[in-house]
């Protein structure tokens, strides 16, 4: 956990990340995305389908991936790899997008669905490595900063520039009609992620304590049982990550909901969007403060209760209309756009502390030479949160939006329950290890 600090995986990390957010934001994967499915299928059973595909592709993109890499002292290669799919699989989605007046929707349908699944293929392969490249460049006390500043930069540039733009781009003044406004948001995403990967491409990574020899499928596949079955930090937090995520899996459906159900225009995806990046630029502030200087556990703790409060607001959101005409400071809007609004809060800072709290626990429990498949087993594991989106579209279809959001309270509870029993690694380190200075390598 005490590695020797980097300055400049650091730096290269956070403008990484800084373009990488503004990228994802542009094709926003919980409200964007699903919206635009919506639109083209007519169906939340769709949108559920193509979620829960994305989750499993992940999970099984990082687990053979984490095979290879645990044998490689250099992970570098691999994450360019992964970030030249990402950069194709959108690039794709525009193309498509843009020329859908003279596709089959069904085409379209399938070409996107293909296009998603390989970009997010790709972003397992570079998310894992280069989680791998900063934990033997960036001390446990500094990783909360890291990923705050990450964040905090995108968040900036998504709030003044992204949000205005996505919003005059769907919008009924926009220059383009649908589906070409949102292939414009693709290939704008492609810009920005690409600039992420390169800067982060520029890194000096320091080479790992690999493995001595690539393990078989067969030992593979049993080492991650292993994994789980002999540490129990590592199983109790991926537990927790698989109730919350699954309590997550609502969240591209709030929009949908909101413009299903209150019937209220697609521009309203801007405001909650807005709402949201609000949102995670505070819980950015909070959760890296408590990462560095408190330990995970309590980012953890940030992450259910974010979670806890996002469900309880769509739940009083969908338990009546809500059409109620308010005036917000200067800003006039209605009741059920603020109540709804405090689920986009709720999400924001869970999408701000799921980064900085479950990924650096994950860093700081897991062994160097085990490192890649310790994480790609922790999202394997958690592949039940790819089925979730697909019962929460089938039980939106055939019951309403209603149950879906009070299932997705319970867990986070639960979830809630078993952090009772969730040790921080840190426990065990001297104070004094933990206050030293950092000596810089690198330039």
Same mark, same amino acid.
């Given at each position: 956990?005490?590695?020797?600090?980097?300055?400049?995986t650091?730096?290269?990390?956070i403008?990484?990340?800084?373009?990488?957010?503004?990228?994802?934001?542009?094709?926003?994967?919980?409200?964007?995305?699903?919206?635009?499915?919506?639109?083209? &299928?007519?169906? +939340?059973?769709?949108?559920?389908?193509v979620?829960?595909?994305?989750?499993?592709?992940e999970?099984?993109?990082?687990?053979a991936?984490?095979?290879?890499?645990?044998?490689?002292?250099?992970?570098?290669?691999?994450?360019?790899?992964?970030?030249?799919?990402?950069?194709? &699989?959108?690039? @794709?989605?525009?193309?498509?997008?843009?020329?859908?007046? &003279?596709?089959?929707?069904?085409?379209?349908?399938?070409?996107?669905?293909?296009?998603?699944?390989?970009?997010?293929?790709?972003?397992?392969?570079?998310?894992?490595?280069?989680?791998?490249?900063?934990?033997? &460049?960036?001390?446990?006390?500094?990783?909360?900063?890291?990923?705050?500043?990450?964040?905090?930069?995108?968040?900036?540039?998504?709030?003044?520039?992204?949000?205005?733009?996505?919003?005059?781009?769907? #919008?009924?003044? #926009?220059?383009?009609?649908?589906?070409?406004?949102?292939?414009?948001?693709?290939?704008?995403?492609?810009?920005?992620?690409?600039?992420?990967?390169?800067?982060?491409?520029? =890194?000096?990574?320091?080479?790992?304590?690999?493995?001595?020899?690539?393990?078989?499928?067969?030992?593979?596949?049993?080492?991650?049982? @292993?994994?789980?079955?002999?540490?129990?930090?590592?199983?109790? =937090?991926?537990?927790?990550?698989?109730?919350?995520?699954?309590?997550?899996?609502?969240?591209?459906?709030?929009?949908?909901?909101?413009?299903?159900?209150?019937?209220? +225009?697609?521009?309203?995806?801007a405001?909650?969007?807005?709402?949201?990046?609000?949102?995670?630029?505070?819980?950015?502030?909070?959760?890296?403060?408590?990462?560095?200087?408190?330990?995970?556990?309590?980012?953890?703790?940030?992450?259910?209760?974010?979670?806890?409060?996002?469900? !309880?607001?769509?739940?009083?959101?969908?338990? #009546?209309?809500?059409?109620?005409?308010?005036?917000?400071?200067?800003?006039?809007?209605?009741?059920?756009?603020?109540?709804?609004?405090?689920?986009?809060?709720?999400? #924001?800072?869970?999408?701000?502390?799921?980064?900085?709290?479950?990924?650096?626990?994950?860093?700081?429990?897991?062994?160097?030479?085990?490192?890649?498949s310790?994480?790609?087993?922790?999202?394997?594991? @958690?592949?039940?949160?790819?089925? !979730?989106?697909?019962?929460?579209?089938?039980?939106?279809?055939?019951f309403?939006?209603?149950?879906?959001?009070v299932?997705a309270?319970?867990?986070?509870?639960?979830?809630?329950?078993?952090?009772?029993?969730?040790?921080?690694?840190?426990?065990?380190?001297?104070?004094?290890?933990?206050?030293?200075?950092?000596?810089?390598?690198?330039?």
């Amino acid at each position: 956990m005490l590695v020797e600090f980097n300055p400049r995986t650091y730096r290269l990390g956070i403008a990484n990340g800084i373009f990488g957010f503004t990228g994802s934001r542009l094709a926003d994967p919980t409200a964007l995305i699903p919206l635009l499915i919506h639109r083209l &299928s007519g169906a +939340a059973w769709v949108v559920g389908v193509v979620l829960g595909l994305k989750g499993i592709v992940e999970a099984l993109a990082q687990v053979a991936v984490a095979r290879g890499l645990d044998a490689r002292d250099r992970k570098k290669p691999a994450f360019i790899a992964g970030s030249t799919i990402q950069t194709l &699989s959108y690039i @794709t989605c525009a193309a498509v997008l843009w020329f859908a007046d &003279s596709i089959p929707n069904a085409i379209v349908l399938i070409v996107l669905l293909v296009a998603l699944l390989a970009y997010r293929a790709g972003l397992a392969i570079s998310g894992l490595t280069l989680q791998d490249i900063v934990t033997k &460049s960036v001390p446990t006390t500094r990783r909360g900063s890291l990923h705050m500043w990450r964040k905090l930069g995108a968040l900036v540039l998504v709030f003044f520039v992204v949000t205005p733009f996505v919003q005059w781009m769907i #919008g009924d003044d #926009g220059p383009f009609d649908f589906p070409r406004n949102f292939g414009v948001l693709f290939a704008a995403s492609v810009v920005a992620t690409a600039i992420a990967w390169l800067l982060f491409a520029q =890194v000096k990574e320091p080479p790992s304590r690999a493995a001595k020899q690539q393990l078989t499928w067969n030992e593979h596949l049993r080492r991650g049982v @292993t994994f789980f079955r002999s540490d129990s930090s590592y199983r109790r =937090v991926v537990r927790i990550r698989l109730l919350v995520g699954v309590a997550a899996g609502v969240r591209p459906f709030l929009i949908v909901f909101a413009t299903d159900v209150w019937n209220l +225009a697609d521009e309203v995806a801007a405001i909650f969007i807005a709402v949201q990046i609000c949102a995670e630029f505070a819980g950015a502030l909070i959760a890296g403060f408590i990462s560095d200087r408190q330990g995970n556990r309590r980012a953890i703790l940030l992450m259910i209760w974010a979670m806890t409060l996002c469900c !309880a607001a769509a739940v009083i959101a969908a338990a #009546g209309t809500w059409d109620v005409p308010l005036m917000l400071l200067a800003w006039e809007t209605n009741l059920q756009v603020v109540i709804l609004g405090g689920a986009f809060v709720g999400s #924001g800072l869970f999408l701000a502390s799921m980064q900085i709290g479950y990924a650096n626990y994950l860093m700081d429990i897991a062994p160097e030479h085990q490192r890649p498949s310790y994480i790609g087993f922790s999202t394997a594991f @958690t592949l039940p949160l790819a089925i !979730a989106p697909m019962l929460y579209g089938w039980g939106a279809d055939l019951f309403g939006y209603q149950p879906a959001f009070v299932t997705a309270l319970v867990l986070s509870l639960v979830a809630l329950y078993l952090f009772l029993q969730l040790p921080e690694p840190r426990d065990d380190l001297e104070i004094t290890a933990l206050e030293q200075p950092r000596h810089p390598t690198g330039n």
